[in-house]
């Protein structure tokens, strides 16, 4: 039988769901990480389909003064 495999994780640190790289432990990381976890559990993405690291860019409609 084989030994399982332990995963220290280190204080202030928390795994990632997808890629399995530890991350800082904040409250916008534990938001993503739930998010993650509820793209692949229910709504049945798969991890290749997931973009860990994504930015997204606001356009502003621009005015012009008459």
Same mark, same amino acid.
């Given at each position: 039988?084989?030994?399982?495999?332990?995963?220290?994780?280190?204080?202030?640190?928390?795994? $990632?769901?997808? $890629?399995?790289?530890?991350?800082?432990? +904040?409250? %916008? %990381?534990?938001?993503? *990480?739930?998010? %993650?976890?509820? #793209?692949?559990? %229910?709504?049945?993405?798969?991890?290749? *389909?997931?973009?860990?690291?994504? +930015?997204?860019? #606001?356009? #502003?409609? +621009? +005015?012009?003064?008459?």
């Amino acid at each position: 039988m084989a030994e399982p495999k332990v995963i220290v994780i280190p204080d202030g640190k928390i795994c $990632d769901y997808i $890629d399995g790289k530890f991350r800082n432990d +904040t409250l %916008e %990381e534990y938001v993503r *990480q739930t998010i %993650e976890k509820r #793209l692949v559990n %229910e709504h049945k993405y798969l991890p290749p *389909q997931i973009r860990i690291e994504y +930015t997204s860019y #606001l356009r #502003l409609a +621009t +005015t012009t003064s008459m």
